[in-house]
Each structure stands twice: as C-alpha cells, then as structure tokens.
C-alpha cells in the first residue's frame, strides 16, 4: 500500500479588507472572541489575556503588529490560538482576527516566492504567496510574525511604569 | 540500562554519603565514648558505599583512596586508634579530596592528585599492627588460559567448592558490552567484598565464529564466593544492579545462611501476610528478585497458569527451599494480621507538581462553582458548596504543604562552613542556629543555600574583629555568628547576624566614591549607604584573603535574592554587630488574595501583605504629594489609576488598601475593594518579561483573568522614582542657582 503523501493545509483568515494564509500546522484551536482582560501598559498589539481552560494565554492584534489600525471587534471575531516555539518550549498565543475564512490544500509548488515590495508587510513576515483560485493569498512566516522574543522586547520597553512628570 | 543515567545516580548518593560523612565528623570531634562510635560506624558506612559504588564504575582512584579512609575509620572504630585532632583534620581533608575526585569523574577531568593524602591515610595504618593492602593490590588480575574454560582467580587461592560458599550464577545479557558495562568490571567489584573461591566461565552460549558480533557479550559465569563478614544477599545483589535487567543473576546462600533466614523468619514480630515480604524480610530474596518472579507470575498467569510464588522461587532457583517452607509457615500464623509500618514515600517532583496543577483547577472550579450557587439562592446549594470549599482549601493547604522542607536542611551544613572559615582565619567562632523547623518551598531551598553561604563567610571575615579587638571592646573572646529563620506576612525571613565589629558607613562611603559607584557629594540614607555593599565591583577588605574580599558574590548575593522575587535588608550597629535580613515569598503556587478593582480591571494583592483598608480622605484626592495621616503616621500612597494609567474616571469614593512588606507600609489606592479569595498564581509567560508591578495573573471564579500587583516591587520602585526625581532636581538647582527661578514653572 502506498502512503498518501501528506498536502499541507492552510486556514485562510480575513484581516481588514486582506486575506491571510496560515500553515494549519500551527494551529491548535479557533474560539470566539471574548473574555479579554487588558494588562495595563502593553504596547497596543498586545490586547490583554484570556482564560483558555485554565491557562492564560496572550492575545495579540495582528493588525497593529502589521502596521494597520487596531482591529474593531465584530460579530465574526474570532482569536485563533496558535502554538509557537520558545526554546524548548511551546507556548500558545490568540490571535485576533476579523473572520475565519476555510481550510484548504496548498500543494508547495502554488505557493510563489514573496515579492521585493508591494505586500505592505515586513519582508520577513511572509513565507510565500498562495495561489488561490487566481487570488493570491499572503502565507505568513510564523516564527517571525509572533516572534517572542522581539514582541517581549517590545512590551518590556514600549512603557515606564513611573513616566517623570 | 542507560550508564550516564547510572552515573547520575552515582553523583547523588556520593554527595549525600559525603555530607553524612561530614556530619559525622563534626559529632565525633564533640563527642566522647560510645557516641563517637556511632558516628564512627556511620563514617565508615559512607566511606564503604561510595567505594562500592565507584568500584563498578570502574573508578579505581576512588576506590583506591575511598578503600584507605575505610581502612582507617575501620581501626579507629576498632579502638586500635586514637581519634586525634589532627587525625579528624586529616579525615575532612579526605572528604574534600573524595568529593574533588567525584565532581572530577563527573565535569570529565582528570581527578586531584591523591598521592600525598594517601601517603597520610597509610602512616596511621602502618602506626599499627598489620597493613592493610589498597583495593587496587585486592583487586585480582583475571586471566584467561589458553585453550581451557577456566579463569584462574587469585593464583594460590583453594579450588575446593565448600558449603560455606555462595553460589552465584551470571548469563550476562547480551548487550551489556554496548550499554556500557564490562563484565569482568563487576566480577572484580565482587571480589572487593569477598574472596572468589572458583569461577566458571561458560561458553555454550558463543556462536559460530563467523556469526560472532565482537560487541556482543555471550558469556555466563558461575562462582563460588566467600563473603567476607557482614555481606549479606542484598549486599551481593546490589554488585549486579546495573545490568539486572537485562542480565540473569542467581544468588544461592551458604547453607549455614539458609538456618539463619529460618531462624530469623521464625523470629518476626509482626504479622506479615505476603509470602515474598517475609523472604525479603528475612534476608532469603531480594526485593529486586521479588519484582523479577513477580513478574514471571504475571505471565504464567495470562498464559492461563496459576502457579503460587514458593513453587515459581524455588524452580526459578532464587531461593532456597527451605527458606521458602519457614516462610510458608510465617505466613500461615499471622495470616489475618496486616503490616503497618511507618513509611516515606519519595515521589517525583514533576508528579507533585502536577497534582498542585490540578489542585490549583480545583479551586479555580471550586471558586466558579461558589459564584453560581450565590447566583441560584438556593440556601441548601449554597452550604453545600461552602463546605466543599473548605475541604478544597484543606487540600490545597496540604498539597502546598508537601512542597515544603524545613529550612534545617540548608542550615545543616553551616557547622561545617564556619568550623572551616574560623580555622582558616584563626578566629574563634560560635555558630547558633535558631528556627530551623521554619518551611519553605522546596525549590527555594537550592537557590537559598549559596547565597547563604557567602553571607555567613562574609560574616566571619569581615564582621568579626580579631579577639584583641573583641577583648578592648568588651565581648566575649570567641564570636558568634548565627542564623535564624521564622515567617512573616507571607514571607520567610532568613536572618543572618555577627557580634562583630558593625559596618563601617564611612569606609562604605569612600570606597563607593573610589570605586565612582556613588557622588562625592550625594545624600544617601542609612540603608541606602548599606547597600551599596550589594553593587558589582565592591569590596572594603584592605586584604583579599582566600574566603572573601574579592567583590564577587555580595551582587552576586542580591542578584538570586532578586530573582526568587525577595529582598535584602542590613541592619548593622557599630561595634555591637551586622544583621543581613533575607526576605522571600513562602510558595510560588497558591495564595490567599484580596481583589480590588480600578476602572474595568482587577488585580490581586497578596492577603498576608494587607493590614487593613479605608477611604481616600477626599480632600487627599487631588493633591501632588501622595502621602496621609493613618492615626498620627506618615503614609505614602501610590494611585493605581495613574499607575497603571487606567483610562475610565476615578469614582467620587476611591479607597485606601494599606499594604505592608518587610518594614515598609503604603498605600495602594483603588476604586472598590471586591473581597478575598483563593488565588492560584498563572506565570504570564515570556511575552510580559518585562512587565513591571504585576506578579503574576490568576483565573477568577467567574473565568475572567485578574492581575497579581507584585507589591515589593511598586514600592520598591516609587521609592527609587521619587529619590532619582528629588536628586534630579536638587542637582539642577545647584548647577544653575541663577537660573532658579525661570526653572520653576
């Protein structure tokens, strides 16, 4: 018997007006929006904690993390909690979004390399570019795009907690 | 079996035995008579397992050295010598050596010379009677003849197979060879304990020689050994411990052992209901040989055969028969009586941990369930739920509880520190220990005890005067030094204090401003010119001597003191003494909570650090200075709202929570005082690192997440604020004294 080679999926998600891909590899859950408590003097991408069965998890809007207007929660706003490595550890982390769109196949050769400009995003961030059904979707490079270590930086300096006045 | 995995196993019990051993030695020099003959006994055990041990792992320079200091503790125990000062000196200095050459074998070097501590070791043993021979001589050359199967064993030795022999038999497994271990390594360990009588090496198990795997092992033995006195069954069987899973080891006793498990199983108090427990008891089988035909049981029986245990022991050869019917016997008499014994169980850390995991749910639940029976005003739900909620507090008081050590267990090794330090400064010193029943938190234990160390050295060599100094002052020749432990407002405090000489503040001074650590000209406060102790780089010693003075450590000190979430404070009067205050929290699991909430936020403040609320006077409300009058005192406050720079407006009544930590009080002020509860602290995790006045964060009852205020810290930084603003300030002043009043808007 032959094994099925495994085609790598993706979830397709809605932020603002653009559409978004990522590995669904990352992905452990998507769960409604909702029970957000805001940790005082974090940096606006940093939108709080939620309890997720008991652990607290940080929430992050990707839309300001993108450069973009912090995003406005509405009926379809979901958090999509993804696990992302830190040493030897994996830590989860929501992500807001404006709408999940659907999972699909992505074989490796539909997705082309990330062009010089014009995508609006750092460079890093992007993996590829999808190609679906003549659209091309952003397929983002997640290890950058929620990379711990320069988002804690960001928050550890972003604020003083005694500012001089 | 993994070797490293052994090794480490190794390591553990080497410096556990060490630190007996050490104990030990501390008693022996205070006691007299037949005491010391029980710390004696207890050194030699030491001494003896740690050669064993090193034996099978081939490390013949410790067996070599350890086998000497048993030779000596032997004789002394004997009576054959006298136990000397300079005999005990001599002793620690093997101790050390001992444990230099374990953390040799273990970083991968080359292990201290040992030659002229040896050289010591021997004069004793020469001083008396006869000599006894180094393990190394002991330890019998094995070589193979030619053509027979025969391995001579210690050339001379009788070949006559007696009664009095033990009858080991060995299959080593077949991979024993590539998991590390050489089977002439343990043959040659056994010998250690006894004398190899005969040895048969079996062959029938080797193939072809074109089949042959050189890394495979395809030998068996069978010996015949003569323990030496004291060797009993589990003493042989722990020779072959390291390769007992995959090797098959037979251990048959002397027929004058056989009588003497009879007699002594017929000799058990207590009832004993299982047939293998008697024969551990009695010394007939070993609870590994137990497991093993245990295990033989249990697939007999899915084959569909039951067969009881005495039939499978006594065809299994593992013990002998007649043990097995005394056993029998045993068992039948005290059928109906259970054992109960008194017993510790070591559970693994990660498995308690878990359960804590899981105790911390439960209250997260227990807290969830209280919040909707209130909702139902149902009055029968609601004690239903109220006495759950206590037995859920019991349980997790008693699953803390478990993580907690007395902090004896770190105190323990001061003696030996300060014996050593005063010895080496020739001072005379006293040591006092006081409170070591006080419990914290296993893991704080290990990072407390360096710190600890260095303070007490520090102590010794810089806190105490000489004693010509001592006697112009007054005080007693010797000085003291002591430790002292007790909890307070949900901390532990760890004090360590000297009668000695007190800190110097101007000394302290200068060498700051030498070292530019601090301004000439800058004001500081009598704790804060103390601290400065604690910066990188600072050290008054006019000599660097070999204990102290070297600048490292005092930083290094408040740097672990920091890190477990704790302070330092030094109390310090000249000419009468030095008292260094290590402040930590009790547990970093679970705590009693009070929730207040500002705008739409809630944080927790640790309950233990509340001393009490009240209003914001509201005429307090918009001044600039933050401070109130609490019955006659002073109270600095700090407006959270600000703080935190919550958006929502202030409500026309806010409150006053008076917190208190270590001897510092402040006020926190917020909008409304929400209750206590059961608060189960949640790391925030890598992204908050740098967050600063939140501990932590913790579900409540209703699910929503709430902050933890880490107190010391809002304070400790205010405080640091306010002073860098004032000085900030005061220095521009002086700089531009004519530019003074444009400055002032």
């Known amino acids: 018997m032959v094994e099925p080679v495994e085609q790598p999926q993706y979830l397709t998600f809605r932020l603002g007006t653009e559409t978004y891909a990522l590995e669904i590899l990352h992905i452990k859950e998507i769960i409604e929006y909702g029970g957000l408590t805001e940790v005082p003097l974090m940096p606006r991408f940093l939108r709080g904690v939620i309890n997720l069965r008991g652990a607290v998890v940080p929430v992050i809007d990707l839309a300001v993390r993108f450069g973009r207007p912090a995003t406005t929660i509405g009926k379809r706003s979901c958090i999509v909690i993804v696990e992302v490595q830190y040493g030897d550890d994996w830590h989860d982390l929501g992500v807001i979004v404006d709408a999940v769109d659907e999972v699909l196949d992505l074989p490796p050769e539909a997705i082309e390399p990330a062009p010089a400009f014009g995508a609006q995003l750092r460079a890093e961030f992007i993996r590829g570019m999808g190609k679906i059904s003549g659209r091309f979707v952003i397929v983002l490079a997640l290890e950058h795009v929620l990379s711990i270590d320069e988002m804690a930086e960001l928050a550890g300096t972003s604020e003083s907690l005694h500012p001089e006045s | ?745």
Not at chain 2, 119 to 128: V, W
Not at chain 2, 250 to 268: G, T, V
Not at chain 2, 592 to 609: C, W
Not at chain 2, 630 to 656: C, I, K, M, N, T
Request: with cysteine.
């Open chain 2, 1 to 745: 079996m993994n070797l490293e995995a052994a090794k480490l196993v190794f390591y553990e019990e080497s410096y556990e035995l060490l630190a007996a051993m050490e104990a030990a030695l501390l008693a022996v020099e205070n006691a007299a008579g037949p005491e010391r003959g029980e710390h004696l006994n207890a050194m030699f055990r030491a001494a003896h397992t740690i050669k064993g041990s090193a034996g099978l792992f081939g490390l013949n320079e410790i067996v070599a050295f350890t086998h000497l200091c048993e030779s000596v503790l032997d004789k002394a125990r004997e009576g054959e010598l006298a136990i000397t000062t300079p005999l005990i000196e001599l002793l620690f200095t093997c101790r050390d050596h001992i444990g230099g050459m374990v953390d040799a074998v273990r970083c991968g070097v080359a292990a201290p010379e040992s030659s002229a501590l040896g050289a010591q070791l021997k004069s004793y043993l020469d001083d008396t009677a006869q000599a006894v021979p180094a393990p190394a001589a002991a330890a019998m050359v094995v070589q193979q003849e030619h053509a027979g199967p025969r391995v001579e064993v210690e050339s001379g030795g009788d070949h006559v197979v007696s009664s009095d022999h033990w009858h080991i038999s060995l299959r080593f497994g077949v991979d024993v060879l590539r998991n590390g271990m050489d089977p002439i390594s343990f043959i040659r360990y056994l010998a250690s304990l006894g004398r190899i009588a005969y040895l048969t090496t079996l062959y029938d198990g080797l193939p072809n020689p074109e089949d042959m795997d050189p890394e495979s092992c395809y030998l068996g033995f069978e010996i015949e050994f003569q323990a030496a006195p004291n060797v009993d069954k589990l003493t042989i069987e722990n020779v072959f411990e390291f390769i007992r899973d995959d090797s098959k080891v037979r251990i048959l006793p002397p027929h004058a052992h056989i009588a003497e498990y009879i007699r002594l199983i017929k000799d058990m108090p207590e009832g004993m209901s299982r047939l293998g427990e008697i024969l551990v008891r009695g010394g007939a089988l070993t609870p590994m040989e137990l497991d093993e035909v245990l295990g033989i049981q249990r697939e007999n029986a899915g084959a569909g055969e039951h067969r009881p245990l005495g039939t499978l022991l006594v065809e299994e050869r593992l013990a002998p028969p007649q043990a097995v019917a005394a056993a029998l016997d045993k068992q039948r008499e005290h059928a109906a009586q259970k054992t109960r014994e008194h017993r510790v169980v070591r559970v693994d850390a990660t498995r308690l941990d878990a359960l804590i995991d899981l105790v911390g749910e439960l209250v997260i639940s227990g807290a969830a369930a209280q919040l909707s029976a209130s909702r139902s005003a149902d009055s029968a739900l609601i004690e239903t739920i109220a006495s759950l909620g206590e037995l859920v507090e019991r349980i997790r008081d008693e699953a803390l509880s478990l993580r907690m050590v007395p902090v004896g267990e770190i105190f323990s090794r001061f003696p030996r520190v300060v014996r050593d330090a005063s010895r080496e400064l020739g001072k005379d010193i006293q040591l006092e220990l006081a409170g070591e029943e006080t419990e914290l938190d296993k893991s704080m234990v290990d990072k407390l005890a360096d710190p600890l160390v260095h303070l007490v050295r520090n102590a010794i060599d810089h806190g105490i005067e000489g004693s010509d100094a001592r006697r112009i002052r007054g005080k007693a020749d010797y000085g003291t030094v002591w430790l002292n432990a007790y909890h307070e407002s949900g901390s532990v405090v760890i004090e360590v204090g000297d009668d000695g000489g007190g800190m110097d503040r101007q000394r302290i001074r200068n060498r700051a401003v030498e070292r530019g650590l601090i301004q000439a000209d800058e004001v500081l406060n009598d704790q804060q010119v103390l601290q400065l102790v604690f910066e990188p780089g600072f050290s008054t010693a006019e000599t660097v001597t070999n204990l102290s003075g070297r600048g490292v450590g005092m930083d290094v000190v408040k740097r672990n003191i920091e890190a477990l979430k704790g302070n330092i404070e030094i109390d310090s009067v000249a000419g009468e003494g030095t008292v260094v205050r290590l402040r930590v929290p009790l547990t970093l699991a679970i705590i009693d909570g009070f929730r207040v909430g500002v705008g739409q936020v809630s944080f927790v403040i640790p309950l233990d650090m509340v001393l009490e609320c009240l209003d914001l006077p509201t005429d307090t409300g918009n001044s600039r200075q933050h401070y109130l009058n609490l019955r006659g005192e002073v109270l600095p406050y700090l407006p959270l709202r600000e703080l935190f720079e919550v958006d929502a407006p202030a409500p026309a009544r806010q409150s006053v929570v008076v917190v208190q930590y270590g001897s510092q009080r402040a006020g926190l002020v917020v909008d409304n005082l929400e209750g206590e509860l059961q608060a189960v602290i949640k790391p925030l995790g890598q992204l908050f690192r740098g967050v600063r006045g939140l501990a932590g964060s913790t579900i409540l009852g209703s699910g929503a997440v709430a902050l933890i205020l880490d107190v010391p810290d809002l304070i400790n930084r205010a405080a640091k604020n306010e002073r860098r603003k004032v000085a900030l300030i005061a220095a521009r002043e002086a700089r531009h004294p004519a530019l003074r009043e444009e400055d002032r808007p």
